[in-house]
C-alpha cells in the first residue's frame, strides 16, 4: 500500500505565478483534503473534495481553487502566489461514507512552496 | 469550532509514561475528541479519537473526563519516535475538516 502521495516534495515559485500540486489518496481512499502549515503553525483546512465536487472549504481566498479527478486523485491550484503563500502544502486522504467527525486522515508528507 | 487549550511543550525520558492533557470546555454533546501527531519532517498522523468513554489502541490511550470538559492522551512508554507534535482536536459530526491549534511539542530524552 503506497499511501498517500504528492509531487512534487519541492516548488519555487515567484510571486504572481500560479503553482499546481498533486495528490494520489491512500488506496481505497475516495475523500481529498489540502491543508497547509506554516512554519511553526499546525496545518489550516483548505478544501475537502469528494465525488469530484468540493464538500466544504475552510478560510482561504478563491486564489485557491481544486479539482478532484475520477480516480480520487486531486489538484491544489493556487493563483497570484503572494509571499505569504510560502508554507507546507498537506493532502490527506478518507473514506467519504460514514460519521463525518469519526473518519480517520491520513496525510501525505507534503509539498514544500517557497514563494520568492 | 470548539477550542481546545494544551501546553506548548512537555518532555520524557525514554520508556516512562506521558500523559498530555487536553482542555475543552465548550465541547458539545456531538465532538470527538481526535489526536494526531506530526513526526518532524512529515504529515500529521491519527493517533486515537474517542466520544464519552476511555479508549485504547495500539499506539495510546484516551481518557475523557466524565464531564467532557478535559482529556489525556496516554503514551504508555515513550520511545525517541514518540519525539512529536501532538495535537487534541474537537470534531462535530457535521464536519469535515480538521482544525488543528498549536499542538504539544514532546520531547524524549533517551
Known amino acids: 500500500d503506497a499511501g498517500v502521495t504528492q509531487s512534487p516534495t519541492h516548488l519555487i515559485k515567484t510571486r504572481g505565478q500560479q503553482v499546481t500540486l498533486r495528490c494520489s489518496p491512500k488506496s481505497g481512499h475516495d475523500t481529498v483534503s489540502w491543508y497547509q502549515q506554516a512554519l511553526g503553525q499546525g496545518p489550516q483546512f483548505i478544501f475537502q473534495y469528494y465525488e469530484e465536487e468540493e464538500r466544504q472549504r475552510g478560510n482561504f481566498p478563491d486564489r485557491f481553487s481544486g479539482h478532484q479527478f475520477p480516480n480520487y486523485s486531486s489538484e491544489l491550484n493556487v493563483n497570484a502566489l503572494l509571499l505569504g503563500d510560502s508554507a507546507l502544502y498537506l493532502c490527506?486522504?478518507?473514506?467519504?461514507?460514514?460519521?463525518?467527525?469519526?473518519?480517520?486522515?491520513?496525510f501525505g508528507p507534503g509539498t514544500r512552496l517557497t514563494v520568492l | 469550532d470548539a477550542k481546545t487549550t494544551q501546553p506548548n511543550s512537555m518532555e520524557s525520558n525514554e520508556e516512562e509514561p506521558v500523559h498530555l492533557p487536553c482542555n475543552h470546555s465548550?465541547?458539545?454533546?456531538?465532538?470527538?475528541i481526535h489526536w494526531y501527531r506530526q513526526l518532524p519532517s512529515q504529515g500529521p498522523e491519527y493517533v486515537i479519537h474517542g466520544l464519552t468513554s476511555n479508549v485504547n489502541n495500539r499506539m495510546a490511550s484516551l481518557a475523557i473526563a466524565e464531564d467532557r470538559k478535559s482529556s489525556t492522551l496516554i503514551l504508555h512508554r515513550a520511545t525517541l519516535r514518540d519525539a512529536a507534535v501532538y495535537y487534541c482536536i474537537l470534531r462535530d459530526v457535521r464536519g469535515y475538516k480538521l482544525s488543528f491549534g498549536a499542538g504539544t511539542t514532546v520531547t524524549v530524552r533517551a
Open positions: 465548550t465541547i458539545s454533546g456531538t465532538d470527538y
Open positions: 490527506a486522504s478518507s473514506l467519504g461514507q460514514g460519521l463525518a467527525g469519526t473518519d480517520t486522515q491520513y
